[in-house]
Nanobody, 119 residues
Framework: QVQLVESGGGLVQAGGSLRLSCVAT????????MAWFRQAPGKQPGMQRE???????????DYADSVKGRFTISRDNAKNSVYLQMNSLKSEDTAVYYC?????????WGQGTQVTVSS
């Protein structure tokens, strides 16, 4: 059974930083690309989730234009974990952040972690 468990969300002032973590079980983690998505307030779950960052199995990363230069995705295969370091946070970064991976058998999501940025 695949499980993705996020942590690290919270309330932070604009300009501050947070680090999100996601621990994956039930997959061969080192072989999977991992991604972070977010769902802004007022949006229906599953609708219009925004891809924030993705990291391949080899460590290559890509980012949404809205977070480039501020967010960094990384992974630790020994810990089956993926991270999202978020710096210079803005009020528009307020959202529920979800960890995600896709493989042959399915498309998997964590339960989400709330990030609230106060201005």
């Amino acid at each position: 059974q695949v499980q993705l468990v996020e942590s690290g969300g919270g309330l932070v002032q604009a300009g501050g930083s947070l680090r999100l973590s996601c621990v994956a079980t039930g997959i061969i983690f080192s072989r999977n690309a991992m991604a972070w998505f977010r769902q802004a307030p007022g949006k229906q779950p599953g609708m219009q989730r925004e891809l924030v960052a993705v990291i391949g199995s080899g460590g290559s990363a890509d980012y949404a234009d809205s977070v480039k230069g501020r967010f960094t995705i990384s992974r630790d295969n020994a810990k089956n974990s993926v991270y999202l370091q978020m710096n210079s946070l803005k009020s528009e970064d307020t959202a529920v952040y979800y960890c995600n991976t896709v493989n042959y058998w399915g498309n998997y999501w964590g339960q989400g972690t709330q990030v609230t940025v106060s201005s």
